[in-house]
């Protein structure tokens, strides 16, 4: 009879504790930050935006006048063009050629002419009135100022990213592995920047599978992380998807270890997608779609630096951490033979609603047939065999795969492609998020930049065959930064 008596009671005391911890579970309250909660979705406009591109100025095939002609048919509505250490002085100017980048790129350039658009050609296009038997959108096309990518395309300075809005960069050829210089000089500037597929320098064995799914190297997190909290503001975001580039399929994973380190400090690197185009071939597969009050340059801005965007692509090679593949069975050989890569049939949210009381972020959208909800480099939700183009996320759900925590984000696929939502912060009510340390790093950049910078000083600085050959072969008269080398 005790037996029985003391096995009731120590049920019944399980009974409790398992009460207690699922009522604690359930009394848990999400405050969602939602990225989009500025956007006016009635009445602002989407524009297709093409932030990373080149022509033969520095090492692409295409003029500047194909350049934008073949945008312009292709329905973009503002472009970047980024050409290697040579800023943007606008489509109907000839920038300041950095002429040991065409050489090196000999069989890209041919060392041909710069075409330039005359100014009526410009004015034409920025106000779509430009002749075109295939654009559909009756708006013009805008030319985002001061484009460039920085660090050139050297291969000892294999470390890319773009500027914009800022005079830094022109003719400066980067050392290896530093990113820190032309990220600090833009924001002294007074511009913005992004880091361009950095996911194919972060593996030495870069084509191999098995580093798929893993994490990466807490090395690289660490080194981007402390970018973006050094430069908040300026230094934006990174690209996450540039289309067929398989070296860069690990960067959402990387970009997940990012936002692990960067949001307890308070800043969120936005992500977003660019073609890398070279060529007519890549033109289109894939760009970053801005929401915007306004179609003009200070809503482009706007729009970069808040996060207002999705990141759109035809093409996946990506895997979560815990294995589950971004588009299922995504046969990239397709996309290229069948060239859908030149369709704009692309999944496309149009509507986020976040209830903050219901603990829900319900999504519209165009294209789609699934979406995939991440935190913190995990799926913790996959809805399949959408019909309704809706979809909703329930944070208190029991259907989580994992616990949410510090952030969400999603994105949605369809036959078509893929397109990424911006993430959203997590805070617990009445619980601090934590600041994580992010150490600074220290690696071989650190000492070649040193080096650089006394070699410069001693043996070229007061030289005036290396101020001629500055002028001659990088495209930059020396006394203008005489005693700044690095900054213009």
């Not at 064995?205 to 997190?221: F, T, W």
């Not at 593949?325 to 049939?345: A, Q, R, S, T």
């Amino acid at each position: 009879m005790a037996k029985k008596i003391i096995a009731v009671v120590l049920s019944v005391v399980l009974m409790a504790q398992i009460f207690v911890i699922g009522a604690t579970a359930k009394s848990k309250k999400y405050i969602i930050t939602n990225p989009y909660d500025a956007v006016d979705w009635d009445e602002w406009g989407s524009y297709k935006f093409q932030p990373h591109c080149q022509t033969n100025a520095s090492d692409g095939y295409l003029t500047i006048k194909e350049f934008v002609q073949m945008h312009y048919d292709l329905n973009y509505d503002v472009v970047a063009l980024t050409d290697h250490g040579t800023i943007n002085k606008g489509w109907n100017k000839v920038p300041d050629l950095v002429p040991l980048i065409r050489l090196v790129k000999y069989e890209r350039t041919h060392m041909a002419p710069i075409d330039p658009l005359s100014d009526e050609e410009y004015d034409s296009y920025l106000s779509g009135t430009a002749a075109s038997t295939e654009r559909t959108h009756k708006n013009g096309m805008l030319d985002v100022p001061q484009g460039i990518e920085l660090n050139m395309a050297t291969p000892k300075a294999d470390c890319h990213l773009t500027g914009y809005f800022s005079d830094y960069g022109q003719g400066l050829a980067g050392v290896y592995g530093d990113y820190e210089t032309p990220s600090k000089g833009v924001r002294e500037a007074g511009g913005i920047s992004m880091l361009s597929h950095v996911g194919e320098y972060v593996y030495t064995d870069k084509d191999s599978a098995d580093h798929v799914g893993q994490k990466v190297d807490d090395y690289y997190a660490n080194k981007f992380a402390r970018l973006f909290l050094d430069n908040a503001g300026s230094s934006v975001g990174m690209g996450i998807n540039s289309a067929t580039d398989a070296h860069t399929r690990c960067d959402r994973i990387l970009y997940d270890q990012i936002l692990q380190k960067t949001i307890p400090n308070g800043v969120v690197p936005w992500g977003f997608c660019f073609s890398d185009s070279h060529d007519v071939r890549a033109l289109n597969d894939a760009y970053t779609m801005l929401m915007m009050k306004d179609f003009d340059m200070a809503n482009v801005r706007a729009s970069m630096e808040n996060g207002w965007s999705f990141a759109v692509s035809h093409y996946s090679n990506g895997v979560e951490l815990n294995g589950m593949e971004e588009i299922p069975g995504f046969d990239e050989d397709k996309v290229y033979d069948e060239k859908l890569y030149l369709l704009d049939n692309t999944p496309m949210v149009t509507r986020i609603d976040v209830d903050q009381d219901k603990g829900t972020i319900r999504i519209e959208g165009t294209n789609f047939d699934r979406i995939t909800w991440v935190s913190n480099g995990n799926v913790i939700k996959r809805e399949e065999n959408i019909t309704n183009g809706t979809a909703t996320l329930n944070l208190y759900s029991d259907e989580l795969l994992n616990d949410p925590y510090l952030y969400i984000r999603f994105y949605i696929t369809g036959e078509n492609g893929i397109c990424y939502a911006q993430p959203f912060v997590l805070n617990v009510e009445g619980e601090e998020i934590t600041p994580v340390e992010v150490p600074e790093t220290h690696d071989i950049s650190t000492f070649l930049r040193g080096l650089a910078t006394v070699t410069d000083w001693l043996f070229f600085r007061f030289n005036p065959i290396i101020w001629l050959f500055k002028y001659v072969a990088l495209g930059y008269n020396v006394f203008d930064r005489f005693f700044h080398p690095y900054s213009n």
